[in-house]
């Protein structure tokens, strides 16, 4: 209900936004992501950290761009990078006239309802190629319907415990597959031989946000501002990145599992005194959605008169940026833990499901055979004793690199 009622205040404030037919036209390319994406903001605009990233690629080489906010979003026009326009009321009148439309397969009804709302979106900016943050099957289908090929770009964990991309996108409707996947790693892209072996592209470009601090390549306006910025002070002691995430109990079926911390990584946080530096990064869902207060008071009553406790900053620093001033990260099971590997950063895995066939046996394999991911028992004294007998590797790291540009001038090859 909660997400229901936040869905039609964003309705409400964004009703009047302009219609379909008034979108830019003729953009050369149609960039689709969801206020969830933004996971920094860049001179007080949301950014979509690794689609915007697309966008700054596109328009250094000449290419037109056009971002859609797909629903609910309500970081639009000039509130986000990109000035993105959304189709709210579209899509809420789709839905209302799917539910009432006679047919018996209610699904198979309101996905095509939505559907044909993205294809008067792709009818009227007429873009050469899609590329999404986990695009739907809706907009999929509108896609190969146009003849309009998509692309996933892949923001999160893609590998064979995860069953969208293992299971669901193979077998389910081919109109909901898009046109081709592009991956941070090899992981990413066997994972999806199931696409390459019926016809869909698949690509291993690195991440492109990442790409861009850790190969420093030409010019970024925006890299070369967000590490001017002074830099949270390490004094000397082990510095501690902890990864919050959202959903957990919906994704483990659990309704007793714990909402944003679990109780036995608060103690070990309150016993380990000033030993440490502790940075608590909050997830963009987190951060873009109505839960943001709630955390921040959660995190205010555990630590509030704790100074080696923090979060705003880095909440609000790029990951990357983070990441490189760190010693070691902690998380339940977020994607974070590759990112991490990529600096040779260790992580500590607080969750019993990586063994003994569990739902996440399959998560983190790379990163775990190299040292770089263990599960860490869920007790304060183990928790601080990975903490101590663990550093940052200067001799290991997952990093594969990768670049976009050539990738997407083979796409679309009036790009090069």
């Not at 860049?42 to 700054?56: K, N, P, Q």
């Not at 209610?106 to 993205?118: I, P, Q, T, Y």
């Not at 003849?147 to 996933?152: F, L, T, V």
Request: aromatic letters at 12%; charged letters at 25%.
């Amino acid at each position: 209900m909660m997400v229901n009622i936040a869905a039609f205040k964003t309705l409400l404030t964004t009703f009047w936004h302009p219609r379909i037919k008034s979108f830019p036209r003729d953009a050369d390319v149609l960039l689709v992501r969801h206020d969830i994406d933004c996971g920094y903001t860049y001179r007080g605009l949301a950014y979509a950290h690794i689609l915007d990233s697309v966008f700054d690629i596109l328009e250094s080489m000449g290419k037109t761009c056009c971002t859609v906010a797909s629903p609910y979003s309500s970081l639009i026009g000039d509130k986000a990078y990109g000035n993105p326009v959304c189709i709210n009321r579209q899509y809420a009148w789709a839905t209302l006239t799917a539910k009432i439309k006679p047919g018996s397969d209610s699904v198979r009804k309101n996905v095509r309802a939505k559907k044909d709302v993205w294809k008067r979106v792709i009818d009227a900016v007429s873009p050469k190629v899609i590329f999404s943050i986990a695009p739907g099957p809706e907009l999929c289908w509108a896609a190969n319907e146009s003849g309009i090929p998509a692309y996933d770009i892949q923001h999160g964990v893609i590998n064979d415990g995860h069953v969208i991309y293992k299971e669901v996108l193979r077998d389910g409707p081919r109109e909901y597959v898009p046109r081709g996947f592009l991956c941070w790693d090899q992981t990413a892209a066997k994972t999806l031989d199931w696409a390459s072996a019926c016809d869909r592209e698949v690509y291993v470009v690195g991440n492109p946000w990442f790409s861009r601090f850790i190969e420093r390549k030409g010019v970024d306006p925006l890299v070369e501002e967000a590490l001017s910025k002074k830099m949270l002070c390490g004094t000397g002691k082990k510095t501690v990145l902890v990864t919050l995430q959202w959903g957990l109990r919906e994704f483990f079926s659990d309704p007793d599992y714990y909402e944003i911390l679990p109780k036995f990584l608060i103690d070990a946080i309150k016993q380990s005194g000033e030993r440490y530096n502790w940075w608590l990064r909050l997830h963009p869902v987190q951060v873009r959605s109505g839960e943001r207060e709630k955390v921040i008071s959660f995190l205010e009553k555990e630590f509030g008169k704790n100074g080696a406790v923090r979060w705003e900053e880095p909440t609000s620093y790029p990951l990357p940026q983070l990441l490189a001033r760190c010693d070691l990260h902690i998380t339940d099971c977020g994607s974070t833990t590759i990112e991490a590997a990529w600096f040779g950063i260790p992580t500590a895995l607080l969750n019993d499901r990586y063994e003994n066939g569990g739902v996440l046996e399959q998560y983190f394999v790379l990163e775990r055979s190299v040292g770089l991911a263990n599960c860490v028992r869920q007790e304060p004294f183990y928790i601080l004793d990975w903490i101590d007998r663990n550093g940052k590797s200067n001799n290991i790291n997952t990093w594969v690199g990768g670049d976009l540009r050539p990738t997407l001038a083979s796409i679309v090859p009036e790009m090069s």
